[in-house]
């Protein structure tokens, strides 16, 4: 409403203004404002996630090693463990495995009060980045010989977290669980532009080179150290 507002009073100064008032400042606000709200519009939410989610693999529904759940907020963590319940009474894995400092305890004590066996139920607590949930994740999961995947976030942050996961070692089936559905396409999108963001950091930083099998063998030294006393194990 307000932007409409805007551009009301846009179209009314460009009514009474000069010619040369209306090129140097009139027309590219309002070339702005209505970019603007075609990438907030639920079309151009639309297509920017869609750039984010295109070069995924699709869900086959073939079994794997483990389902993983990424930690994301609150927002995001009622939705992720009904997924997370439902791969598993479906036997798509007989491992959930839940990683993420702020989440990952909250989405196994969940899961355990949902039903779900506690010897199939584990995570870790220690990481803080998407980065950080491949790297812990795999410091625990390869041990136990677990290769194959199925990875559960949102739409936007599901490129970014296949790409790190395969980096550490896993073949990786994607597997979205929604955004809220409360959320405004202003929200929306500024997720998306965050995770764009997010990929061009990693891509730049090389976050995204596949590990030899040494490193995978063993894990960074803060890893190891934060696994052996800080308590992530879950």
């Not at 980065?131 to 999961?141: D, K, R, S, W, Y």
């Not at 999108?189 to 963001?197: C, N």
């Amino acid at each position: 409403m307000k932007v409409l507002i805007l551009l009301t009073l846009i179209g009314v100064l460009w009514l009474i203004s000069s010619r040369r008032w209306r090129r140097g400042f009139l027309n590219p606000l309002a070339i702005v404002i209505i970019i603007y709200l075609g990438i907030t519009s639920p079309l151009g939410v639309a297509l920017a996630t869609q750039g984010l989610t295109a070069p995924l693999p699709t869900d086959a529904g073939e079994s794997v090693d483990s389902i993983v759940v990424l930690g994301r907020g609150d927002d995001f963590r009622n939705r992720r463990i009904e997924i997370a319940e439902h791969l598993w009474r479906d036997k798509r894995s007989s491992k959930i495995f839940a990683s993420g400092m702020l989440d990952a305890e909250f989405i196994i004590e969940q899961l355990k009060k949902n039903g779900v066996a506690a010897p199939a139920l584990s995570g870790e607590r220690c990481s803080q980045s998407t980065e950080e949930n491949a790297l812990f994740t795999a410091a625990v999961l390869h041990p136990q010989n677990v290769q194959k995947i199925l990875l559960i976030t949102d739409p936007p942050h599901l490129l970014r977290s296949v790409l790190s996961f395969q980096a550490s070692g896993f073949t990786v089936i994607p597997h979205a669980s929604p955004l809220p559905p409360a959320w405004a396409p202003e929200r929306r999108l500024s997720l998306l532009l965050r995770e764009y963001a997010g990929l061009i950091q990693y891509a730049v930083t090389n976050r995204f080179r596949q590990r030899s099998t040494f490193e995978l063998e063993h894990p960074p030294i803060d890893v190891t150290l934060k696994l052996k006393t800080w308590n992530c194990k879950l």
